[in-house]
């Protein structure tokens, strides 16, 4: 069964380092979503794309975060520097059009500790 | 805007028993779509079960159901003959127009064995 697939799985930083998360999509999928998700928190959607396109990144820390989908596949989402507030679980979803009736399927996501 | 929330942080149920998750949502959009995911302790979301808001019909997926209230803009779910993997986190999620999931808190469910 096709999966989300999302590396590393666990990431240790100091603050005011960069680090950077990966996401690989189900084949197909035209939408990617990359959330933030506070422990004791849902999901909160930081950038939404269509193939290579961003559509909504309207909560995305535009001063540290970054993210990009070159080739409207993979994904990488960027902090740069890391601060202690960014600590989280960072999951990647993606679907096969952005409308409700298409199933997001989520990755086992990346949980960030920043020192 | 819109906004999602679970008053229960967490719940209990006994194996085979029924429990029922809340949830409650506020908009001003007629047409949108309402989701109940599940999130397993170390293993990625899943979908349980989604309503379409203009579908009167409550939805249902074997063991889960939901209560679909839209004029109290209410939608619990419950979970029938509880067994111990569906203890998780359950997010309560609303899609918006702008093609834009919110995720209520969650609710912890345990299963007593």
């Known amino acids: 069964e096709a999966e989300v697939a999302q590396s590393p799985r666990y990431k240790i930083t100091e603050k005011s380092q960069a680090v950077a998360f990966w996401c690989d999509p189900i084949?197909?999928?035209?939408?990617l979503y990359w959330y933030r998700q506070i422990l004791g928190q849902g999901p909160e959607l930081l950038v939404q794309f269509q193939d290579e396109s961003v559509v909504d990144d309207s909560q995305l820390p535009k001063d540290r975060f970054s993210a990009e989908r070159l080739k409207g596949v993979d994904s990488t989402l960027k902090i740069q520097p890391a601060e202690l507030g960014d600590s989280a679980m960072y999951l990647c979803a993606s679907s096969e059009g952005r409308g409700a009736r298409n199933i997001q399927y989520f990755g086992a996501g990346t949980r960030l500790s920043v020192l | 805007a819109q906004t999602v929330t679970q008053s229960q942080p967490e719940m209990s149920v006994q194996e085979a028993e029924t429990v029922t998750l809340s949830c409650t949502y506020d908009?001003?959009?007629?047409?949108?779509?309402l989701f109940w995911y599940k999130q397993p302790p170390s293993r990625q979301m899943i979908l349980v079960i989604r309503?379409?808001?203009?579908?009167?019909q409550n939805a249902t997926e074997n063991r889960f159901s939901v209560n679909f209230q839209k004029a109290a803009k209410s939608f619990s779910l419950k979970i029938s003959d509880s067994q111990l993997g569906d203890a998780a986190m359950y997010f309560c999620a609303y899609f918006s127009g702008t093609y834009k999931y919110i995720f209520g808190t969650g609710t912890r469910l345990k299963v007593l064995a």
């Open positions: 309503q379409e808001a203009y579908k009167q």
């Open positions: 084949s197909g999928h035209a939408t």
């Open positions: 908009t001003s959009e007629s047409d949108y779509y």
